[in-house]
Every structure is written in C-alpha cells, then in structure tokens.
C-alpha cells in the first residue's frame, strides 16, 4: 500500500531513534552520540554509534547504518511497510486503512477472527493446565524439567477429557461452529456431532513471526494414537511455511539457527539458553521452511535425532537448505536420542562442544554413504569414491567444488589431482561439464571499469552528506543528472534539493526508498567507508579524482546515448565537456 512522504516522515520524527533503539540496545552516552554492543554482529567493546541530532545509526565494527526505519527492518526481519507499521502503532499515529475488494476484505475479516479464535483457545488451554483438571499434564511437563517461567514463556497449555469442553467454551464467546471448525479446533460428523479436535493432550500453541497464534500440537497423555497431533491446514496455518519457536529464535541474532525435530527439543534448547532454536511442524523440511530461514541465517545446525529416521532426515534436509544458499552442519546426539535428552543428562557445555564439532553436512553425508560400501576392500572404496566424484560434479561453484574435492582427497586419502580429474569425468558423463568459454578479458575490464565508476558515484555522496562544503565548491560543475546509476542519481536529486533549502536530513532522504533492497542500498550510501587518507592534500587529491570519474562517465554515457539529429543533446555535451575541463583546473579545499 501506498502511503504519503508526509506521513512517513511524521511516523519517523516521532519515533526518536535514541528511544527506540534503547529498548533493544543498552546505550550509554558519550559526547553527542549514544554507544552500544551491536546486535548485529558479535563483539565485547561497543562500536555502535546512535546520533539523536542526525537521527540515524552506525556501527562502525560491521558497517551496519540507517534511521530508525532501517533499524527496525534489520532487527525484527519487517519489511518497510511491516516496520511502518510497526513504528506507527508505537508512537500512535493512525495509518490509513487499506481498501480491499469485497472478496479480499471477506478474505481478511475471516483471518482477523481465526486469529480471535486461536488466541483465546490458547488461553483457555492455559487456564486448564493451571487448574485441577491440568494437574496431570503439568506433572508431565515438570517431570520433563521444564520450568514455570518456560511453561508460561511458550503458552503451553492442557486439552481437558471432556471432548467439547472448548467447543462449548467458544461458542459461550460468539463464535459459530464453521468459523471454529476453519480454525481446526473441532471435528463434525453425523455419528458423534461435534467434538473438540485435541482432548486429554499437552497443548503447543503454534506462533508466527508476529506473535500470533496460528495452530495448535498437542502430546496425548497416555497411550492414544496418535502421539503427537497438529492442526490441520487452515487460511492461517501452513505447516510447510512455519516453524516452531521462530517468533523467538528469530529475535536471538545468533548468525545459525539449531534445527530440531520436536517441540519438545526447541523448549529444552531454549530453556538452557540456546535461543535460536527451531522445528518444522510434524512434516519434513520443505523448500518453502529453507526458503523462510533464509530471511534469518545463513547457516543451519540440524540437530535431528540421532536415530535411522534422524538420519534420513538430516540427509534429506542438506541439499533443500543447499538450494537456497544456507550451510548445513550436522550435529549427532549419541549416545542420547535428542537434544532434549542430551542436555538433561550431559548439560549445556556439553552440548555447545557438540556445536562446535558439528559436521559439514557434505561431509556428513558422505560418512553415512561409506556404509553403503566395503570400505576395506579396493572395488568397495573404489566405488565409493566414483559415488562421491558424481555428488562433487554438481557443485556449480568451480572455487567450492575445489575445496570440498581438497577436503575429501584428505579425509579419504586420496590424490587431489586424481581425484578432481575423476570428479571432471564424471560430470562430462552426467552431462554436468560445461562447454569450455573464450576467455573474455575485454568484458571483464569493462565491467570492472563500470564498477569503478558506480563506486565513485557512490563515495562522492557520502563525501555530500558528509561536507556541505563540498556541494558549495562542486554544484555548478556536478548536476544530479551526473549520477548515472538510477538509484544514487534519486539520492542526489533529494540531497541536492535540501542542500537549496538549507535543512540537510539524511534520515528524511532514506523515507523515500520504501523498497526493501533499495533501502538498504541507500542506507549503506550513508557509511559508505571512504579509504583513510593521511594528509589535506591526499584527500582534496582523491576528492578531486572521485569527482572527475563521475563527470567523465556522465558525459562517456551521454555520448553514447546521443541521437544524431540530437542538436540540443550535442551542445550539452560541448557544455559538459567545457565543465570537465573547469574540473581539472578546479581547486577543491576540504579545510
């Protein structure tokens, strides 16, 4: 949805970034800047710098920046409309609604009271495990080493044995049986009429990112089938798209989640601190869970159980977290089951020592093919090893290809070199192999070229915001239209026009990128780091350099975009030509 700069800037101007950020930041203020441990990567002295004056953020150990938009984004994963949204309601300002057709207003109203209705059965759920009814379960969830605070922590909760206690609860609320029986809470048949879906279990309310109650699991107490049962899919349920704790793990900023097989397990890790845990719900990994990790980590530590089904699945889990760029690292729970049992019995040290000697998961899964073979005979390795070339043919990355064909050639002490000719036979046999390419120098350096002028672009507006002194000296030789790259010419348009008015805001300028990506891109302009020069000289001389390749590649790419019946295109580049010649007579003075 489309909201006005105007209102973007009031949400912004009234969300102090100081205030915000404190309440994830412990800042303590230094001269005019406030100054933190960064929650962006890990560190023991604090570099995080936070400007009230300028209203923006910088970290000056990883380079993270921004306003409090960016911020926002960055710490709680939102997109820009989500953090908008976010800093709105924070700071009340009223957003106007968006308007629906009739069919996706139906569509909406009817998630909005899914949602009522999940909210208060998990309630209702909570309410009777802390009654008598519930003393069975809580026994159960004690007994398991849980802690009132965890208990309270995840919702858990206790489906009584009456089975349409909660029916009855709920439609005491309003509520009609369709809409509860959408929600996955009842079943309805002729023979029984209505009854509650889970009775007699140990109930997981199933959040998403946003805190909202979206499903239920629940563990039988007692011998029942089966064990574990879930809510079925509904418009606000999709298992293959959620996981179990993200709405917590997703808040740990550890650079890895731990991946888990059961609720139970999530609880326990992050009962001992390991907060980043997560599980997919009652189904195998999916490309849609790897694809939501993703927007978190980059890396994944699968810790499934240690069993032949565990097995299975970690093996399953590595080439779906693969497909969308994530590391998989295996960690095994013998002689324990499951991280659950493991922490209970050998502790939290123990555990993060199995961590740190996680598997590779290519690795890994080359330790559970060597049982499919007679590793003690010469035909049995050989096939192996002919197995495992075809698996390093698909590695697409010629650098990664190398390093894993390094590693295997050492763990299974085999030649490099005759190893990598195999791993070349073999894709030229599976149709892998690429057809050998000219080499394309000229290409390369003309693209290195490019990027050398994108980055002058890009330094020379940092050196804008950073020095209005700079903008006085350069204004009439350096336009807007200069900066070819689309993105950085906006920038300079918006600075250039508050430079006129004399009210230079960064933090406002970032307001108008609302796109993700653009966002970010404009936020890094504003910290871009500029290479530590010793002398006046030396940074007037590369100053000066910077501003001489922009004008150059203006006027290279004016010149090959110019029609040749183009007159009024052709005098200004005979203009600009002149002004580039003014350049390099110029003197531009920093101090």
């Known amino acids: 949805m489309y909201y006005p700069d105007e209102l973007i800037e009031e949400v912004r101007q009234k969300n102090d970034i100081v205030d915000v950020i404190s309440g994830y930041v412990k800042l303590q203020k ?193 011998d029942a089938k089966p064990k574990y049962l879930n809510s079925p899919e509904t418009p606000v349920f999709d298992k293959s798209r959620n996981l179990y704790g993200l709405h917590r793990a997703r808040t740990s900023r550890k650079p890895y989640f731990l991946l888990c097989e059961g609720y139970m397990d999530v609880i326990s890790l992050h009962q001992a601190g390991f907060t980043n845990a997560v599980a997919s719900l009652g189904t195998a990994l999916t490309p849609g869970h790897a694809s939501l990790i993703k927007r978190y980590v980059k890396e994944v530590y699968l810790t499934y159980d240690s069993d032949e089904a565990g097995t299975k699945a970690a093996l399953r889990a590595v080439p779906i977290l693969k497909n969308v760029g994530i590391t998989a690292r295996v960690i095994r729970m013998d002689p324990y089951k499951d991280p659950d049992e493991f922490i209970k019995n050998l502790g939290v040290e123990a555990f993060e020592e199995r961590i740190a000697r996680a598997r590779n998961g290519f690795m890994f899964s080359l330790e559970m093919l060597e049982k499919n073979y007679d590793m003690t005979s010469p035909e049995g390795k050989t096939e192996f090893m002919h197995e495992t070339a075809r698996r390093l043919a698909e590695f697409e990355d010629e650098i990664e290809r190398n390093n894993y064909i390094e590693a295997v050639a050492k763990a299974y002490h085999t030649g490099y070199e005759e190893l990598r000719r195999l791993v070349g036979k073999m894709a030229v046999q599976s149709g892998l192999a690429k057809p050998a390419e000219r080499p394309r120098s000229t290409r390369n350096r003309e693209k290195d070229k490019e990027d050398g002028y994108l980055k002058s672009q890009r330094i020379l507006l940092t050196w804008l915001i950073e020095d209005e002194r700079i903008f006085h000296q350069i204004r009439k030789h350096i336009s807007p239209e200069d900066f070819t790259e689309e993105l950085y010419r906006n920038v300079a348009e918006l600075l250039y026009e508050q430079y006129e008015n004399h009210a230079v805001n960064p933090a406002q300028i970032m307001n108008h990128f609302t796109d993700e990506e653009e966002h970010r891109k404009v936020a890094a302009l504003f910290h871009t780091r500029i290479r530590e020069l010793q002398t006046v000289r030396e940074q007037e001389k590369a100053l000066k350099e910077t501003i001489i390749k922009v004008k150059e590649h203006s006027i290279e790419e004016a010149a090959r975009n110019l029609a040749p019946t183009d007159i009024a295109g052709l005098q200004k580049l005979m203009k600009d030509k002149r002004a580039l010649q003014d350049l390099q007579k110029l003197h531009i003075s920093i101090n």
């Open 30 to 222: 230094k001269g005019s800047s406030y100054f933190g441990l960064c929650p962006f990567h890990n560190e023991k002295s604090p570099s995080f710098s936070v400007s009230r004056s300028k209203q923006m953020y910088y970290c000056f150990g990883c380079g993270a920046g921004g306003n409090v938009f960016t911020f926002i984004m960055n710490y709680e994963n939102y997109s820009f409309t989500e953090a908008l949204q976010f800093l709105a309601e924070r700071a009340g300002v009223e957003l106007p609604k968006m308007e629906y057709s009739k069919e996706a207003k139906e569509k909406a109203d009817e998630k909005a009271v899914l949602l009522e209705i999940n909210k208060l059965a998990a309630k209702y759920f909570y309410a009777q495990l802390k009654s008598e009814r519930g003393s069975q379960a809580y026994t159960y969830l004690k007994n398991r080493k849980l802690s009132d605070e965890t208990i309270t922590a995840f919702g858990l909760g206790y489906s009584n044995k009456y089975s349409d206690d909660l029916y009855q609860y709920l439609k005491q609320k309003g509520y009609s049986d369709q809409m509860i029986q959408k929600a996955g809470l009842i079943s309805i048949d002729e023979r029984q009429g209505v009854y509650d879906k889970f009775w007699n279990r140990v109930m997981f309310p199933i959040m998403d990112v946003n805190n909202r109650v979206i499903g239920f699991g629940g563990r039988v107490m007692g």
